[in-house]
């Protein structure tokens, strides 16, 4: 046994040995002397010569398993792990369905561990700690994350769009009277709640009068050619301190803020943040005019090119599109006002019958003061409280019928008169763009007149040169302008039909829906009544409810009725 117990390196080398001499071990003890024969290795190790040995030698050759048979795989360390996980399915059969997993999730891993997939041995041992859940986690994850990325990037985007759009919430409210008898106006108190970061603080207000909204259609008006521009209610000498009239005018100037503000163009006018913000309003606007001379006249963007406020031209432009809009708004218009006209026969209608209710009732309460009998004096006197109540129900129906659909119909009829005015202004372009291509051909008939004279008029020349370039460069200004002109307004008039839609319809409902609630409100005052005409039957007084119970003692009129007691002394 001491010469099978030799040191040779030979002896850690299990692939050589291994198998063909497990069987033979006690044959050839002479042969173990030699260093060349690995023969004689299987008596060598023990499990106490194999811990010296591995110490020893190279760390690296002693941290395989030698102890395990392979017969398969010569590959050294890389070929005993295989051995080493060889016993693991030789105990779990189900090694196909490993294999499958493996190969199943083989795409996803092989960046990972790519070093050692040539080894199928680690490959079937990754397969069983996936089965045991290790890494099954993380792949699932990313597929969701690329499903959530087109969502995620979607979101923003309509962020962005909707922070791109500031939104506006202005109210015009607390109509006051200032001044003395010469100098007397109505004070509006306009407040602004906006999200946009061109002013100060998001939430204020500031004090407005009737010409400072004047001041602000006609400003956007002239800063915006092309732009349908909200106008304000027409004035009124008559009656402009009335009640009705300023909660009227108020509504109209609420309606005509808030479209402007949210109108793309208009909400980032410079005027309109004046106006909305400025606390020096009259300083600032009368500054902005000493800057701006040609905007205090109404010329504004269109004066840098010579087109005058007033004064038609030769030049008519033609436009089979343009001209069917005017027509079709000359006949809307025409109708528009035909409806407000029978609108307002409505409302003094509304405000007739309110009168005559008046008059009724003072007609009923003088007969109860001359009646002795008080059981027809009570009912009397009550028909003429009623008839009172029926005054206040049309009164406030005929002032509901101007703030719905009288307000939207008066509004459209003033927007037309913008839209007529854009157009006034399109055409003034078109006359400066024909002017300006006259004046270019005069120019050049003079240029050409000087070329054919030679070199005697270079001087001369040279100037006309350089206007027939000026004059090039104004044709092309103004045609520019004219050709935007015409397409902003064509998209104008489509946005002009959106909203017309969508504002008679909110109007007509909200008209019929006070309709309908008046006439529900009138039909219970005439059943209460007849309740209470129903109580003094069968010889009881007439019933007059308590000030203090009201309409619970009105509800309890039917039961006081079908009761055969009396009613009390202190509600008869």
């Given at each position: 046994?001491?010469?099978?117990?030799?040191?040779?390196?030979?002896?850690?080398?299990?692939?050589?040995?291994?198998?063909?001499?497990?069987?033979?071990?006690?044959?050839?003890?002479?042969?173990?002397?030699?260093?060349?024969?690995?023969?004689?290795?299987?008596?060598?190790?023990?499990?106490?010569?194999?811990?010296?040995?591995?110490?020893?030698?190279?760390?690296?050759?002693?941290?395989?398993?030698?102890?395990?048979?392979?017969?398969?795989?010569?590959?050294?360390?890389?070929?005993?792990?295989?051995?080493?996980?060889?016993?693991?399915?030789?105990?779990?059969?189900?090694?196909?369905?490993?294999?499958?997993?493996?190969?199943?999730?083989?795409?996803?891993?092989?960046?990972?561990?790519?070093?050692?997939?040539?080894?199928?041995?680690?490959?079937?041992?990754?397969?069983?700690?996936?089965?045991?859940?290790?890494?099954?986690?993380?792949?699932?994850?990313?597929?969701?994350?690329?499903?959530?990325?087109?969502?995620?990037?979607?979101?923003?985007?309509?962020?962005?769009?909707?922070?791109?759009?500031?939104?506006?919430?202005?109210?015009?409210?607390?109509?006051?009277?200032?001044?003395?008898?010469?100098?007397?106006?109505?004070?509006?108190?306009?407040?602004?709640?906006t999200t946009s970061k061109a002013y100060r603080v998001p939430e204020f207000s500031v004090s407005r009068r009737y010409r400072d909204f004047l001041w602000l259609y006609n400003s956007l008006h002239s800063n915006n050619p092309g732009v349908v521009v909200a106008p304000p209610p027409e004035k009124q000498a008559v009656g402009r301190f009335d009640t009705n009239f300023v909660e009227s005018r108020r509504a109209a100037l609420e309606r005509m803020l808030n479209k402007i503000a949210s109108h793309p163009i208009l909400q980032h006018d410079g005027d309109l943040k004046i106006f909305l913000e400025s606390e020096a309003f009259n300083v600032d606007v009368k500054n902005k005019e000493n800057r701006e001379p040609d905007l205090g006249q109404s010329k504004g963007m269109l004066s840098s090119f010579g087109i005058s406020v007033g004064g038609g031209g030769k030049f008519v432009e033609h436009d089979d599109w343009f001209h069917d809009r005017k027509v079709y708004l000359d006949a809307l218009e025409n109708q528009l006002k035909a409806l407000l006209k029978s609108m307002d026969t409505v409302v003094l209608q509304r405000k007739g019958l309110a009168e005559a209710a008046g008059d009724f009732s003072g007609s009923l309460h003088a007969l109860a003061s001359v009646e002795l009998s008080p059981a027809l004096s009570s009912p009397l006197d009550g028909l003429s409280e009623l008839q009172l109540r029926i005054r206040e129900l049309y009164e406030r129906q005929a002032q509901q019928d101007v703030l719905t659909l009288g307000i939207t119909i008066d509004e459209y009829i003033r927007l037309i008169g913008s839209i007529k005015q854009a157009f006034s202004q399109r055409q003034k372009a078109f006359h400066t763009w024909h002017t300006a291509e006259s004046d270019l051909q005069k120019r050049k008939n003079t240029q050409d007149k000087l070329l054919r004279q030679g070199k005697t008029q270079q001087d001369r020349l040279n100037q006309v040169n350089a206007d027939v370039a000026d004059a090039e460069r104004k044709v092309h200004q103004t045609r520019l302008l004219f050709e935007d002109m015409g397409r902003l307004m064509r998209n104008e008039l489509q946005r002009f039909e959106k909203e017309k839609v969508e504002d008679f319809k909110s109007g007509v409902e909200t008209f019929l829906e006070s309709a309908v609630e008046a006439q529900k409100e009138l039909i219970e005052l005439w059943e209460t009544f007849l309740l209470r005409l129903d109580a003094g039957e069968d010889g009881l007084p007439y019933y007059v409810p308590p000030p203090a119970s009201g309409e619970a003692s009105e509800a309890a009129a039917p039961e006081s009725a079908a009761s055969p007691m009396p009613v009390p002394d202190d509600e008869a």
């Open positions: 046994m001491d010469l099978g117990a030799g040191d040779s390196p030979w002896g850690d080398e299990p692939s050589q040995s291994s198998s063909p001499v497990n069987s033979k071990p006690d044959t050839k003890d002479g042969a173990s002397t030699q260093p060349g024969l690995s023969a004689s290795t299987p008596e060598v190790r023990t499990p106490g010569r194999r811990g010296p040995r591995g110490t020893r030698k190279i760390s690296a050759q002693a941290t395989p398993l030698q102890a395990v048979d392979d017969t398969f795989d010569p590959l050294g360390p890389l070929g005993e792990a295989p051995a080493e996980t060889s016993a693991i399915p030789a105990d779990e059969a189900p090694a196909p369905p490993q294999k499958e997993l493996v190969a199943g999730r083989s795409p996803q891993p092989t960046s990972t561990f790519s070093p050692t997939s040539s080894g199928a041995g680690l490959a079937d041992s990754l397969s069983l700690e996936e089965d045991g859940g290790s890494f099954r986690g993380p792949p699932p994850v990313q597929p969701p994350a690329e499903v959530e990325g087109p969502k995620r990037q979607t979101q923003a985007s309509m962020s962005v769009e909707q922070a791109a759009k500031p939104t506006f919430d202005i109210s015009v409210g607390d109509p006051h009277k200032v001044g003395d008898l010469t100098s007397s106006h109505i004070v509006y108190q306009v407040r602004t709640r």
